[in-house]
């Protein structure tokens, strides 16, 4: 399984930004598609995540009404809407692909969100 992130950037406070996933490979075999930050300086956390066969997603706390992941199945893509953007979103975002218990096994190379 591949995974590429796109569609990081920086931007103002109170913006928006939608970040992409594209999975390749054996996906079929991960039945949990997740979105991960890591803030400067920081440990890494989750963030989003999203059963590929119920649809069933979760949230952390804080960004709970202004995060919404999604997927195409067809396109094999996950989705991360993310609105009322705050500078303590900035961070590396990475996708991952995993079980509903919370092992991911496969990561994306991440990308990068700056919120100013």
């Known amino acids: 399984v591949q995974l590429v992130e796109s569609g990081g950037a920086s931007v103002q406070a109170g913006g928006s930004l939608t970040l992409s996933c594209a999975a390749s490979?054996?996906?079929?075999?991960?039945?949990?598609m997740g979105w991960f930050r890591q803030p400067p300086g920081k440990l890494r956390e989750g963030v989003a995540q999203l059963s590929r066969v119920s649809g069933v997603t979760d949230y952390a706390e804080s960004v709970k009404g202004r995060f919404t992941i999604s997927q195409d199945r067809a396109k094999a893509t996950v989705y991360l809407q993310m609105d009322s953007l705050k500078p303590e979103d900035t961070a590396m975002y990475y996708c991952a692909a995993g079980t509903l218990s919370g092992t991911f096994l496969y990561w994306g190379q991440g990308t990068q969100v700056t919120v100013s």
């Open positions: 490979g054996n996906i079929e075999g991960s039945d949990c």
